[in-house]
T-cell receptor, first 115, second 115 residues
Framework: SQQGEEDPQALSIQEGENATMNCSYKTSINNLQWYRQNSGRGLVHLILIRSNEREKHSGRLRVTLDTSKKSSSLLITASRAADTASYFCATAMIGSYQAGTALIFGKGTTLSVSS | EAGVVQSPRYKIIEKKQPVAFWCNPISGHNTLYWYRQNLGQGPELLIRYENEEAVDDSQLPKDRFSAERLKGVDSTLKIQPAELGDSAVYLC?????????????FGPGTRLTVT
């Protein structure tokens, strides 16, 4: 079963614009992670935010987490054609034993950045 | 540093045939995961190993799927016999220590087509 649900399912923007994608989940979590998957390739870890954090930055990425609403957002600023990919949020269940294990992925947001 | 290695990259078989996938995780990573990703979906965990012990195989269809990680390093996932519904991408991932390092590193996957 999948816990995370990304929104929108697909997003098309121009180079230089910002891209925002959202993730909602159902149960309490230890951490939430975002991954990127280019066409036909494996997933690449982008950023991890813990349940006691509200915002985190990494380069052009900004992630927010609202545990009261059980939601997260990923913002990519000044997008480039190379950002074209599918983006997945993945939640890790609460509890130290499960925290690094039971990653549950959403269905993903497909981002297309045109030049 | 070499990433997670998987082989083969592609496999086409007829239903009822057996198939095996191989994974070599990043050196030093104790935790190994097998995921299945259906088209348009996020990955779903099949089995997780801590060293050579399978500690979470609740999602593995045990009637036809089997896995092993004999020396706590590389791993093999087998399907016998394959069914049409097994067509998917099979992803292997590893992490340093699932209890402290939550980031997972994914291989490129094996795309299985069952005809």
């Amino acid at each position: 079963s999948q816990q995370g649900e990304e929104d929108p399912q697909a997003l098309s923007i121009q180079e230089g614009e910002n891209a925002t994608m959202n993730c909602s989940y159902k149960t309490s979590i230890n951490n939430l992670q975002w991954y990127r998957q280019n066409s036909g390739r494996g997933l690449v870890h982008l950023i991890l935010i813990r349940s006691n954090e509200r915002e985190k930055h990494s380069g052009r990425l900004r992630v927010t987490l609202d545990t009261s609403k059980k939601s997260s957002s990923l913002l990519i600023t000044a997008s480039r054609a190379a950002d074209t990919a599918s983006y997945f949020c993945a939640t890790a269940m609460i509890g130290s034993y499960q925290a690094g294990t039971a990653l549950i992925f959403g269905k993903g947001t497909t981002l297309s950045v045109s030049s | 540093e070499a990433g997670v290695v998987q082989s083969p990259r592609y496999k086409i078989i007829e239903k009822k045939q057996p198939v095996a996938f191989w994974c070599n995780p990043i050196s030093g990573h104790n935790t190994l995961y097998w995921y299945r990703q259906n088209l348009g979906q996020g990955p779903e965990l099949l089995i997780r190993y801590e060293n050579e012990e399978a500690v979470d195989d609740s999602q593995l269809p045990k009637d036809r799927f089997s896995a092993e990680r004999l020396k706590g390093v590389d791993s093999t996932l087998k399907i016998q016999p394959a069914e049409l519904g097994d067509s998917a991408v099979y992803l292997c991932a590893s992490s340093l220590d699932s209890r402290r390092s939550y980031e997972q590193y994914f291989g490129p996957g094996t795309r299985l087509t069952v005809t």
